[in-house]
């Protein structure tokens, strides 16, 4: 069954360091999404992209960025992480002309 | 003009009863509104989902009302049961393909047996 994982799905890491979180979808589709949820924020849009190459800031993209060199996975990479980065991360996939979107389980991110 | 607003933010609902949740949008170029599931420790799952045409749409214990004058929609769910408890989303999102979701705040609900 195709699917979307994220790793890892937990992560702990200090101030200031360079993270990445994976995101692998087994769709074939060509829209990938990363979303962070806090309390009280839902779901806030931080980069997306709508094929190999192409990469979009979202609401929330100061502080990440994103490529795309292939059509199953799209790393979130945090440059220098901060405390106010700590929060649940989901990724998601979808088609074009589909509006449904898959999310993957989410990754847990602390940074201390 | 991008907001989806929802409340309330947390619910508590006795078993069997009818849970609400209401949203509201200003964009009316909006014209997808779905309704998103959360389980803990999960990622959300498309629950339920209307387009503006149509007033009313039900699968299973699940309805969406649909406003468009007012430009609200809700999530009723009917019997409300324990397994229902979770985080739910609406949503909303325009027409063209390279429309963005945006998602309102989430609403907790728990059902109490």
């Known amino acids: 069954d195709a699917e979307i994982t994220q790793s890892p799905r937990h992560k702990i890491t200090e101030t200031g360091r360079q993270v990445t979180l994976a995101c692998h979808q087994t769709?074939?589709?060509?829209?990938m999404f990363w979303y962070r949820q806090d309390l009280g924020h839902g779901l806030r849009l931080i980069h997306y992209?709508?094929?190999?190459?192409?990469?979009n800031k979202g609401e929330v993209s100061d502080g990440y960025s994103v490529s795309r060199s292939n059509t199953e996975d799209l790393p979130l990479t945090l440059e220098s992480a901060a405390s106010s980065q700590t929060s649940v991360y989901f990724c998601?996939?979808?088609?074009?002309?589909?509006?449904?979107?898959?999310f993957g389980p989410g990754t847990r991110l602390t940074v201390l | 003009q991008q907001q989806v607003k929802q409340s309330p933010q947390s619910l508590i609902v006795q078993k069997g009863g009818i849970s609400i949740i209401n949203c509201a949008y200003e964009?009316?170029?909006?014209?997808?509104f779905p309704w998103y599931q959360q389980f803990p420790g999960k990622g959300p799952a498309l629950l339920i989902a209307?387009?503006?045409?149509?007033s009313e749409k039900k699968e299973g214990r699940f309805t969406i009302s649909f406003n468009k004058s007012a430009k609200q929609f809700s999530l009723h769910i009917m019997d409300s049961q324990p397994g229902d408890s979770a985080t739910y989303f609406c949503?909303?999102?325009?027409?063209?393909?390279?429309?963005?979701?945006?998602f309102g705040s989430g609403t907790r609900l728990s059902i109490r047996p």
């Open positions: 964009n009316t170029a909006f014209d997808y």
């Open positions: 992209s709508y094929g190999v190459q192409d990469t």
């Open positions: 209307i387009r503006p045409d149509v």
């Open positions: 998601a996939s979808s088609e074009p002309q589909d509006r449904k979107q898959f």
């Open positions: 769709w074939n589709h060509n829209n």
């Open positions: 949503a909303a999102r325009g027409y063209s393909s390279a429309s963005k979701i945006i």
